[in-house]
């Protein structure tokens, strides 16, 4: 008499089912705790922004990063040109200089849309996508700009 020692087909496919439906379960779990994890690391990000931004309009007289250089009699004007000034040194009207900054070290990328250039306008964000923020000139606010909700965030 011979042994045959093994697993059926049967039994086989049953492993098979039971792992696809645990697999079923859990798939969904992991995708809504990534999402979770960009959430958070936007709100991180927005936070440090704005805070960095505001230590810049401290030491800038007034003004924030996205003002053309300028000197003691000058009218500031709008360039856009934030994320420069916020990962380089500049002097106190926002010119290349050595007196203040850098304050960051890198310009951190949107966890949405992976972008992190900034739209400069007197214009609520619209969360189109386009770039990675959003700096209303009019308020002086930064937002993301990937989504509608996270617009108002």
Known sequence: MTLNKGFTLVEILIVVIILGILAAIVIPQFSSASNDARESALASDLQTLRSQMELYNIQHLDQY???????????????GNIVARMIGKTDEYGQTGTTFGPYMQKFPTNAFNGKFDVVVEATPCAGDGSTGWHFDTSTGRLSPNDTPAHAAL
């Open 65 to 79: 990063p996205d003002v053309s250089s300028a000197n003691g009699g000058a009218t500031w004007t709008s360039d």
